[in-house]
């Protein structure tokens, strides 16, 4: 389930680098780059429910093993302050991918709504201590996996967590490293979103603001299809981990 997870996931970020790079090639906002948006694209492919089964099971699947991840701690993080904030991070990874099964599969039924998912755990969280409160701790947070993502990008933490021999490490190494720097880029960029606007009161910002705001950027296009072929290359990653990740959880 785990390895299916990988997999689902590596699918949505190939679309969302599509679309990304698409938009920076034609210079103007095209279909959402987000989760939300990979979602729509697949399903509106030729084999659209047959996709669609593929990925509820997928993202479940996924979910669930970020929230193992979080709780039974299989990868050994720990209970320190970095341990604890890692789990953290998995364990808001998993009901972030809770709510995008739920609204694949809201929209295979026709009945999506734009308030499933983080949105709806956003607005629950804002209204226990408060939209400031709220953007500042998640700002915190986002910022705080994005430096994970670098560090990991940057020390190939993943080689770790994989079984790969040292050729295939060698051609794996670019790819995760890029594909982590970019989404790291994607993170830090929505922490300084949430800091700036300072409250969650109006939504939580997803992956296409951050896009639009590379977009709008000095260089904006150029930063954009980088970004985007960043976004691929963690696709690629995502594949890599459906096929070598150590998966074992005693």
């Known amino acids: 389930m785990a390895k299916a997870g990988y997999a689902a996931r590596g699918l949505v970020y190939l679309v969302i680098g599509w679309l990304t790079f698409l938009s920076g090639i034609r210079g103007h906002e095209s279909q959402a780059a987000d989760s939300k948006g990979a979602v729509q694209t697949l399903m509106g492919s ?39 904030a890692i789990r953290a991070g998995l364990f808001a990874s998993g009901i972030t991918y809770i709510g995008l099964t739920a609204y694949t599969f809201s929209l295979w039924r026709g009945s999506a709504s734009q308030s499933e998912g983080a949105g709806a755990f956003s607005q629950w969280v804002t209204s226990i201590i408060g939209g400031q ?3 500042y701790l998640l700002a915190l947070i986002l910022a705080g996996v994005a430096i994970a993502h670098f560090i990991k990008a940057w020390r190939r933490g ?19 490293m890029t594909g ?24 939580q910002p997803g992956t296409d603001d951050a896009l639009s705001f590379i977009r709008d950027l000095p260089a904006g296009r150029i930063l954009l299809i980088l970004t985007a072929l960043g976004l691929l290359a963690f696709a690629l990653y995502s594949f890599a981990e459906a096929r070598w990740r150590r998966v074992e959880v005693t």
């Not at 990868?75 to 320190?80: A, E, F, L, V």
């Open 46 to 84: 030729g084999p659209g429910s047959a996709i669609a089964v593929i990925l509820i099971l997928g993202l479940l699947s996924y979910a669930l093993w970020r929230l193992i991840q979080a709780t039974l701690d299989p990868d050994d993080h720990g209970t320190s302050a970095k341990g604890a």
């Open 158 to 176: 993943y080689e770790k967590y994989m079984e790969l021999d040292e050729e295939t490490k060698k051609v794996i190494a670019p790819v995760a």
């Open 180 to 203: 982590l720097i970019a989404r790291g880029a994607i993170f830090l960029v929505l922490a300084i979103l949430l800091f700036y606007g300072g409250t969650l009161a109006g939504g």
């Open 133 to 135: 409160v709220a953007a």
